[in-house]
């Protein structure tokens, strides 16, 4: 079910938290730990192209 859902969707952020709980579920893996690590995960490259896109914005 995940699989495929995983591959409608274009969204490389909505792919890469698919895999997680793929690989959480099979592993057996609690999903509150895996949604923890995935939002972290996802805040901290929503920073980092934050910051990118303020370095190119003109002075």
């Known amino acids: 079910m995940f699989a ?3 591959d409608r969707v274009a969204s490389d952020l909505f792919r ?6 793929i690989q959480a579920d ?6 509150s730990q895996v949604l923890r690590a ?3 995960r996802i805040r901290e490259q ?4 934050a ?4 370095m190119k914005a003109p002075m």
């Open 38 to 40: 995935q939002t972290t």
């Open 51 to 54: 910051k990118e896109q303020a």
């Open 16 to 21: 890469g938290l698919m895999n997680a709980l």
């Open 26 to 31: 099979q592993m057996g893996i609690g999903m």
């Open 4 to 6: 495929y859902a995983r």
């Open 46 to 49: 929503q920073r980092q192209h």
